[in-house]
């Protein structure tokens, strides 16, 4: 009886939270625990992977497999695909929807922007945008989805509802990455090296970040993926090539530090209680481990070839 | 009479009927009998540059039709031996943002044209030191990289890797003798030694003889790490690797190649611009193609953050210090002050991968690490660019 209870407490220990990383160039994923800070599980994926995001209940995981020109659909607890989704060309980013029904996919190669229904699993809707759309965020009440175009160098405001663009708003050369706060849409321009914050009423410029990290040169700091805290006092931007990740006042835009990383920092995932930032770098293959408060790092994890995205995924 | 000079054909693009802002840009070809190469297997595409101006301007027009913009592309192609100033001429009648390929002395004889002094030119297809130096002129910038900065950027990999001491073999033709010049010139900069030269004189085809000449054209070499080549029209290059008497990498034409463009580039986006260019000229994209599509893709960055169309705006919108384009190497593309140059990255290729993206690391600049790269202010004797004031 008590060496069956042993037993049982050894196959699943401890229910531990878990970051899941998309391995861009060996079609993995890599599932770190968060208590022991190790790779507990490699599972894998389509044609490289890179966005990735759960559903609301964590029940199912979403992850663009971008050369498979599909969204796959996962099941956590097993690995296992469900099925795909037809998502257009070339899938690279998304945003599930409050409702948690539709996803905003971003085409790359295909300058559309691909709404689809997860239940039904059909295309709803797709919008011509600008070319190499990429970063994709929803606001928080769900009426409003942005699409950035890379190339075109645009924020693209699509009502939800309509599925018309309303809006067209430049930004610096290259966006990347787009995320809602309630008043605000922060979008971060990877070759212009800022990160220009909207407006969402006007949708005017209402600030632009930029950032100068001592003894780097100022054409390796690459603003990607970033993450707010839940009460929006804080960002922490990722930095790309400079191997930084910003930290930044939301009140002021004035950042605060920077934190050295890993090579090549692309996106991040806070763990279950905000108190660590995880951070995919595509070229030195690793995950950094940040703490928040203390804001420096304190461990770096073997993952796959270029991790890319990153989600958190609690386990009870 | 006349428009048996030259051909035009005005490229259907999406250029929306309702456009507030037209943008008419032509690309200007002057033709080139290309002399006969040792092999075939790579011949010279009909569209070099040409197909990178038309993909930079259907990426472009997405933009516009967000903004009210609409751009056309006009190619006007001369022959050899047509009359190209007067082709200019025509054409500066309806546009005033130019595309030249062409070699030097065409290219000046339209920037100096009277009625080009106040259009914006864009030289996409040589590298001469001159036109970046005594020979450059204020309407003139460059998006090809000169063959300097080609050069530096080989020397950089090379002072990294240490291979400090090269033996050159070099061509006969004038931009082989260019390239050349180049080379040493980029070596003395970064402290390599060209320990022994050899023009390459051979006049019998070597492919089926390279086993037996090769080795015994390169036998009587002093001892080397490197063999540079400089054979800019790709005619022996290509038979000297693997073929040498001492077991050494080739550099330069051929081998490990610094260039603007290559196939091989795949991060920093690239893979998408590949994939776009490749479905639309079904072929590889080349340097040349990379400098015609940076060239329209600056007017269209210029054109959208001004919302302009006139040369002057757009050329000091080009030329101001704070302007940064993406250009798919990772680093933001400007134009330098000092003489039109854009300042961008060279990848140094061989076949098959990137070796690296140069300026290397450790190669410091006080202004920006890509002016390690070609003709620096200090070494540059244009003063087109100076204010006059």
Known sequence: MIRALTLCLLAAPAMADEIWVTNEKDDTISVIDTETLEVIRTIPTGERPRGITFSHDFSRVYICASDSDTVQVMDPATGEVLHDLPSGEDPEQFVLHPDDRHLWIANEDDAVTTVVDVDTRKVVAQINVGIEPEGMGVSRDGSIVVTTSETTNMAHWIDTATHQIIANTLVDSRPRHAEFTDTELWVSSEVGGTVTVFDIATKAEKAKIRFEIPGVNKDLIQPVGFEFTPDHSTAFVALGPSNHVAVVNMQTYQVETYILVGRRVWHLAFNRDHSQLFTTNGVSGDVTVIDVASRTALKSIKVGRFPWGAAFRPTE | ?389
């Open chain 2, 1 to 389: 009479m006349f428009r048996r000079l030259f051909t035009v054909a005005t490229l259907a693009v999406a250029a929306p009927a309702w456009a507030d802002l037209p943008v008419a840009i032509t690309y200007l070809r002057l033709e080139v009998d290309r002399p006969p190469v040792l092999s075939n297997l790579d011949p010279v595409p009909e569209d070099l540059g040409l197909a990178g101006a038309e993909i930079a301007v259907k990426d472009t027009q997405t933009t516009g039709s967000f903004l009210g913009h609409g751009y056309s592309l006009t190619v006007v192609s001369v022959p050899p031996e047509g009359d190209f100033p007067a082709a200019a001429r025509e054409v500066l009648k309806t546009s005033r943002l130019i595309l030249i390929d062409a070699d030097p002395a065409a290219i000046l004889s339209v920037a100096d044209l009277p009625q080009a002094q106040d259009a914006l030119l864009f030289n996409v297809s040589s590298g001469a030191e001159s036109l970046r130096s005594a020979d450059c002129r204020a309407n003139l910038l460059h998006t090809i990289p000169e063959d300097a900065a080609r050069t530096d950027a080989l020397m950089q990999v090379l002072q990294r890797k240490q291979w400090q001491t090269t033996v050159l073999i070099t061509g006969p033709k004038p931009a082989d003798l260019a390239f050349a010049e180049a080379l040493r010139r980029s070596a003395t900069k970064f402290g390599i030694t060209i320990a022994a030269e050899k023009e390459w004189t051979f006049d019998t085809d070597l492919r089926d003889s390279t086993m037996d000449e090769v080795p015994r054209f390169t036998q009587d070499f002093p001892d080397h790490d490197v063999i540079l080549v400089a054979d800019e029209t790709d005619d022996f290059g290509r038979y000297v690797e693997h073929n040498s008497w001492l077991p050494r990498p080739v550099a330069g034409s051929d081998g490990m190649v610094p260039t603007a463009w290559s196939p091989v580039i795949e991060s920093w986006g690239a893979v998408q611009l590949q994939n776009r260019f490749e479905a639309h000229a079904h072929r590889p994209m080349r340097g040349q193609d990379y400098a015609a599509w940076a060239a329209v893709r600056a007017i269209g960055e210029a054109v959208t953050r001004t919302n302009a169309n006139d040369p002057a705006t757009l050329r000091a919108f080009l030329l101001d210090p704070a302007f940064q384009m993406d250009g798919f190497k990772g680093r933001g593309l400007s134009f330098r002050a000092w003489n039109g140059q854009l300042r961008q990255p060279i990848a140094v290729v061989n076949a098959r991968a990137l070796v690296t993206l140069a300026p290397v690391e450790g190669f410091l600049h006080q202004r920006n690490e890509m002016d390690t790269l070609g003709l620096d202010a200090p070494e540059s004797a244009c003063t087109a660019f100076k204010d006059p004031a």
